[in-house]
């Protein structure tokens, strides 16, 4: 997770990295209106547990994700994968191995895919975002049938009169899905 977007009502309160907005979120006035806070990539509402002091916090932090078994200061997640007998047999006689192996076929699917899986994730992140944010406001059913349409002028036609901070995250999410053909 890179960056995530605060927003209180209708208004972009803070962005940032996780670390950055969960300690701005320990010291913020609660006016009693809800706060939500939004994964940029991908759209989804994420909570902070503020309990405790600033280390404490970041410690469950732990650099944006959940302490998991792997080699984080490498950035590494272990997580089980199933296969067929002969393709862990194909697997270990890699050269590097399995995990190599998997890395760069993942690497390369990634680099053929990469405009459609992109628009894909694009449009998905700006769609959970409108619904949780923009499902009430005027033409959101049509804002979101151009998002996936990719009919960019006139997904700015419908998204214009939304509320500004509302609109403009909108907008910033969806760009990639407005960059690549189908």
Not at 113 to 134: C, T
Request: overall charge negative.
């Amino acid at each position: 997770m890179n960056s995530v977007s605060v927003f209180q009502g209708n208004r972009k309160i803070a962005s940032g990295t996780l670390a950055a907005v969960a300690l701005t979120l320990k010291r913020l006035d609660d006016n009693g209106e809800a706060v939500l806070v939004f994964d940029d990539a991908t759209g989804r509402q994420i909570e902070f547990d503020l309990r405790g002091s600033d280390a404490d916090i970041l410690a469950r932090l732990d650099n944006g994700e959940p302490r998991k078994p792997g080699r984080p200061k490498l950035g590494v997640t272990a997580r089980e994968v199933t296969l067929l007998p002969r393709h862990w047999d194909w697997l270990a006689a890699q050269p590097g191995g399995a995990s190599v192996t998997l890395r760069k076929l993942v690497e390369a699917a990634q680099t053929a895919n990469g405009g459609p899986e992109r628009k894909r994730q694009a449009q998905e992140s700006a769609d959970r975002f409108m619904l949780a944010m923009a499902g009430n406001q005027p033409h959101y059913e049509d804002a979101t049938r151009a998002l996936y349409a990719g009919n960019y002028q006139r997904f700015i036609e419908l998204s214009e009169g939304w509320p500004q901070d509302i609109r403009d995250h909108a907008r910033h999410l969806s760009e990639p899905a407005f960059d690549w053909p189908d």
